[in-house]
């Protein structure tokens, strides 16, 4: 228990955030988000100057190995519905008008980040409702 806070203190005083289970795990949020935004500003050029939030870090260990991945919101994640990259057909949205675009970075095993792939949270029905959403959940983060 001491060992974990005293891990936490010293990352923190060192301005890095780490987390620590004890001898179970570790995980560097800062290291993790650099090197994601690195990536997701050279495969998505057009998002150099707009604000991109880390939402989530995912460690995970399954049978076929362990797998890790960030997801960010932009300012820019507000959208169409006809922009949609992973819903498919516009007949499928049920009357949705809007979308907010989640970038999800997925990381190699030797830490490098592999690509990008999308998650796509429907807002609304109209503009107004949808952007209305989307400033709420843009600003959680």
């Known amino acids: ?7 936490l203190f010293l990352s923190s005083a060192q301005g890095t955030e780490e987390y ?5 795990a570790s995980l560097d949020k800062d290291a993790i988000e650099k090197r994601s935004i690195s990536f997701v500003l050279e495969k998505m050029p057009h998002l150099k100057g707009i604000e991109i939030k880390l ?3 995912n ?5 076929n190995g362990p797998t890790l ?3 960010f919101i932009h300012a820019n994640s507000f959208k169409p519905i006809s922009e949609s990259k992973t819903l498919g057909f516009q007949d499928l949205s049920y009357g949705i008008s809007h979308y907010a675009e989640f970038v999800r970075v997925n990381f190699s095993t030797a830490g490098v980040p592999e690509n990008i792939s999308y ?3 429907l807002l609304g029905q109209n503009e107004e409702e949808s952007l209305e959403r989307f400033k709420e959940l843009y600003d959680f983060y």
Not at 1 to 7: Q, R, S, T
């Open 59 to 63: 460690a995970q260990y399954h049978k």
């Open 119 to 121: 998650n796509e949270s």
């Open 55 to 57: 939402v989530q870090i």
């Open 69 to 71: 991945s960030s997801l």
């Open 20 to 24: 620590v289970w004890d001898t179970l």
């Open 1 to 7: 228990m001491l060992a974990c806070f005293l891990m």
